[in-house]
């Protein structure tokens, strides 16, 4: 750790010897990087140990979540955390709540915002903090329908506007192995790309019961995975990981796309009668909606620009277990991590680690903040919002029951999530369990 | 029993070979060898009389000359009064109910005959069939579960010593732009083979309403498909053609298999309790890997085909290369019917004396599709020799099944609750 570590904290006094124009304070030669975590749940509270993790100068200004109890809990949970000590600056007049947080947070002094909510809400909170000249950390997916996709898009281009960094949490794209192993694909070692499978298949996830004084939408964002509308469902939530992966190899998103598939076995019955319960009297009838509307398998083609077609296999279940990538040349095969065989079976490629590999989830953090400081923020909003669509692109295919190409997918009117002024405590939204023949927009 | 059929056989190939002399001449008179009756003539069984038992005896009688249909056996009175009349049936050689088979297979100038009922009972038929010394044609699929595919190929391969034929209707194996295709691609072609894809996305089937006299089995027959028992869910029993064709052009069987399904659309109890969609993926030698879809959803699109792709091109298996050795096939202005094809094929290897056996081969493409079944079913991913050898699934109907035997339908397969014999419970 400590190698590469001083090798950045030179290279960035080097930089900022060299004097940076652009950025904001940090950029601007201060010491400390300020940094805002938007979303208290596990994800953020990881991402922003992550981040300090990952350069000594980060310290944590302001947090925010949905849930008062949640952001006074992160807040204090960093405080007494002694391997963080004099990092964690967070007034108590920093530390904000309710569904509208995100915009006190945008007006933060800070150099960086951590973004960790429920995904639905990321392309507006992305926007107002790129507005607000944030350098921003996302965690992954970056929406949950096409609009907010297109929002992002936008949001990325306002980014390099104004020089400001998007680094995503899909942390693949800054493992140093992954890296180097795609330069090889990309300059041809194992041929022409004409196939490839990429893989998320596993158990079920939580499902979080409703807390005292929740409101049904609030608890909704609380169990935010079971409702397409708040996670994109498993394929744009978890599977995104390695469909932008697949996105890496051939360098762009899809052409078209196919998909099928369902809910067979996803229940969370008892949980679901105890949340109906919760907020009906102690009733259960009609409880089932409070199961969630999301599927737990869909199989998906990705058929990309020359033609090659990728499959895609996603969902929890009580199956066998899969969660990984392979692509396929006219040359060879690759694992897509660090090893290129041919079709004898003969090694062509193989990474050689130089050092230690470091946790993929702090490096990102290390190549973001190394951008901020070099001048040369990274910008990885529209990849992301690109490998988001991808995963969105087959979740409708697979909802509707229609193939359609990418360029349709980008004209798609589809909204899912409510505005700012619907988002209030309240009833909850509810859409339907989709039947595989739903609407396109 | 055995030597008799023996000269069965050997009788048909004495008189197709002065037959070819003479041209045909469809004589009644007969070259009266043990029970054959009629020269060369081709006298067909017919062992279901549906949609697909019909069309089968039109295509065989028009594939070539002399093909007579001189019997019919179905569960059902009304399927058997269909062709009756067409053919000419007569009454004592009309056969009705769950054992009708076996009264037509009795019937000794029958030589060769259609296997058209539900597959579920394929296994049970064909046997009997090659038992009794017939020529088969045998509709896909061959088989419901992995009891269902031993039996069936332990019959083929008796056909195999007996020289009896058997042609199974996976027409495109019989289809020339698939043929002069696979040709290709085995001669390189595309180079050697790295993935493929194979889909038979479609709307919604037929469905017969239930009356308030119809049994169980009556209602489940007439509404087959909707059944695994009987038609092994409609992955074995529809996408089976596709499979075939991708294990073709491979020259191997899938190693793995790991399937995700479900019945999403295709609720109501009217349609059983089969699944509507599956995606598949098989693993073939080499670490090949493909993708399998068929979905049955009215209103979802369409994508019926099959495609391959080599180092060196690509191929959509019936007429078309592309890549280093580009190619199109040239019907030359007259397309071949492939299911009229497959019974010239049939007759005509027949007639030779060098009958086709078609069996384990149709046997092998079908238990592709009850793996990605039971996978689906289970969301397990399993080995094909552990499928082989360890799965001890069986669905195939009992001896003494009677139209009033209760069968309540079972449960539509969930994951974690499904329970394949021979599969260790998890955890």
Sequence with gaps: ?441 | MVKKLELTRRDLLKTSAMVAGALTMTSAAGFAFGEVQGSDTIRVGVIGCGGRGSGAATDCVASSKGVEIVALADAFQDRVNGLKGKYKVPDNRCFVGLDAYKQLLALSDVNLVILATPPGFRPIHFAAAVEAGKNVFTEKPVAVCPAGIKMFKEAAEKAQAKKLAVVAGTQRRHEPRYIETMKRIHDGAIGEIVSAQCYWNQGGLWNADRSDKMTDIEWQLRNWLYFTWLSGDHIVEQHVHNLDVINWAMGSLPDVVQALGGRQFRTDPKYGHIFDHFGTEFIYPNDVRTISMCRQIEGASDRVSERVVGTKGVSDCCGTITGENPWTFDDKGTPVNPYVQEHADLIESIRKGEPLNEGVRVADSTQCAIMARESAYTMVQFKRSWFENKCTLNLLPAADLKMDTPKPVPPVAVPGKYELPGLPKRG
């Design chain 1, 1 to 441: 750790m400590a190698t590469p570590e001083n090798n950045m904290m030179k290279m960035a006094a080097g930089v900022v010897a060299a004097g940076m124009m652009a950025g904001r304070s940090y950029g601007a030669g201060s010491e400390v990087l300020k940094v805002a975590l938007l979303g208290c749940g596990g994800r953020g509270n990881g991402a922003v140990r992550n981040c300090l993790e990952a350069d000594p100068s980060v310290q944590v200004v302001a947090v925010a979540d949905l849930f008062e109890n949640k952001a006074k809990g992160t807040r204090e949970g960093l405080m007494k955390d002694e391997k963080y000590k004099g990092r964690i600056n967070i007034p108590e007049e920093s530390v904000y709540w309710g569904f509208e947080c995100y915009k006190k947070i945008a007006k933060v002094d800070c150099d960086l915002v951590i973004m960790a909510t429920a995904p639905a809400f990321r392309g507006r909170q992305l926007m107002e903090a790129i507005k607000a000249g944030k350098n921003v950390f996302t965690e992954k997916p970056v929406a949950t329908d096409v609009a907010g996709c297109l929002e992002v898009m936008e949001a990325a281009k306002l980014a390099k506007e104004k020089k400001l960094a998007i680094v995503c949490g899909t942390q693949r794209r800054h493992e140093p192995h992954r890296v180097e192993l795609m330069k090889k694909i990309h300059d041809g070692v194992i041929g022409e790309l004409v196939g490839g499978q990429c893989y998320w298949f596993g158990d079920g996830i939580w499902y979080r019961t409703p807390e005292k004084g929740m409101s049904e939408l609030e608890w909704q964002v609380h169990n935010w995975y079971h409702w397409t509308w708040l996670s994109g469902d498993q394929i744009c939530e978890q599977h995104i990981h390695n469909i932008d992966v697949m996105n890496w190899c051939f360098d762009g998103p899809p052409k078209n796309f196919l998909a099928l598939g369902g809910r067979c076995c996803r229940d969370y019955s008892e949980q679901a009668k105890a949340a109906c319960a919760f907020f009906n009297n102690g009733k259960t009838d009609g409880w089932e909606k409070y199961n969630g509307n999301i599927w737990d398998h869909i199989t998906a083609e990705f058929e990309y620009a020359n033609g090659a077609r990728v499959l895609s296999f996603s969902g929890h279940g009580p199956g066998t277990g899969r969660g990984d990538e392979k692509i396929v040349g006219t040359k060879g095969t690759s694992n897509c991590q660090d090893t290129c065989v041919d079709y004898k079976g003969a090694q062509i490629y193989k990474y050689e680690d130089k050092a230690q590999r470091i946790d993929p989830m702090v490096l990102e953090h290390r190549d973001l903040i190394a951008s901020i400081r070099k001048g040369e923020p990274l910008n990885e909003g529209q990849r992301i919002a690109e490998s988001t669509l991808t995963a969105i692109g087959a979740r409708i295919s697979a909802y509707t029951g229609q193939s359609f190409s990418w360029n349709a997918l980008l004209k798609m009117k589809q909204n899912l999530v409510p505005t700012d002024d619907q988002l209030k405590a309240g009833p909850g939204i509810f859409p339907p369990i989709a039947k595989g023949v739903d609407k396109l927009f």
